[in-house]
């Protein structure tokens, strides 16, 4: 790929940091914009919190939430072994709910499996601040979203693995929900520090703990959320990538 890449007549990157590795590449600034994905708002629903927690039986314990694809990148086994114990240290009934499975084609992706997920959890007496949905979309994720209270992307920094932006960041802000996350990658893009989430520096557990925990007792503005995820709407997605793209005559 790296040859069609660089002889391209433009090129969209989807973040700063996918920026960088264009030119690295070679390719010249002339050529390279950077315009981030769009995300769809949803419309409100008062009930979805109380529907998703009723059927997961979650009652009004604080909900963590996790979304995406089980790999070696996303790092949920380690925030499991790392991360939640500190959480539920200081709050016993928190519980983090896990939407997604392994990976079946995903390009260098190393899963980690639900059960090796679980087994960790077990054997630090966490088996029960830990659930999985297995894959959800549409009206049921968005169930999700509106029923926690924290989204967390505990992205890990892999060699030849990076994160190029963090669209669910961008989808949890539209519901409402901020984000913890590691800053690595594009995922600096995708969350707005003090806005729509927090960014701790990458691998530091403790104070990845410490963010949910103060976020957990003094939530973000839902208003602020939604704000920053308009400006990810695919309308002004389409207006960017009209403006970046070469005219012909």
Do not use: C
Not at 67 to 94: H, N, Q, S, Y
Not at 104 to 111: C, E, F, G, M, S
Request: proline fraction near 7%.
């Amino acid at each position: 790929w790296y040859p069609a890449i660089r002889r391209l007549d433009r090129l969209i990157a989807n973040s700063r940091y996918t920026a960088g590795l264009a030119r690295a590449l070679g390719v010249p600034e002339n050529r390279l914009a950077i315009v981030h994905p769009g995300v769809e708002l949803p419309l409100p629903d008062p009930q979805a919190r109380d529907r998703f927690r009723a059927r997961h039986e979650l009652g009004e314990r604080p909900v963590l939430l996790s979304v995406g694809r089980l790999t070696a990148r996303k790092g949920l086994r380690e925030f499991v072994t790392e991360v939640l114990p500190r959480i539920v240290a200081e709050r016993p009934d928190t519980v983090l709910v896990v939407v997604g499975d392994v990976p079946k084609d995903a390009l260098h992706a190393r899963a980690q499996t639900p059960e090796s997920i679980l087994g960790k959890a077990r054997r630090l007496g966490l088996e029960h601040n830990l659930r999985f949905t297995g894959p959800l979309v549409d009206a049921t994720l968005d169930e999700a979203w509106y029923a926690a209270d924290v989204h967390v992307f505990p992205v890990r920094e892999l060699p030849n693995d990076p994160e190029g932006f963090g669209m669910v960041a961008i989808e949890a802000a539209a519901h409402g929900l901020p984000t913890v996350a590691y800053a690595t990658g594009g995922v600096v893009d995708a969350v707005a520090d003090g806005v729509s989430g927090r960014l701790v520096a990458s691998g530091d557990a403790a104070a990845f703990a410490d963010a949910v925990l103060q976020l957990l007792a003094k939530p973000l503005d839902e208003a602020g959320l939604r704000a920053f995820a308009r400006g990810f709407a695919w309308e002004a997605f389409g207006e960017r990538v009209e403006r970046v793209l070469p005219t012909t005559r």
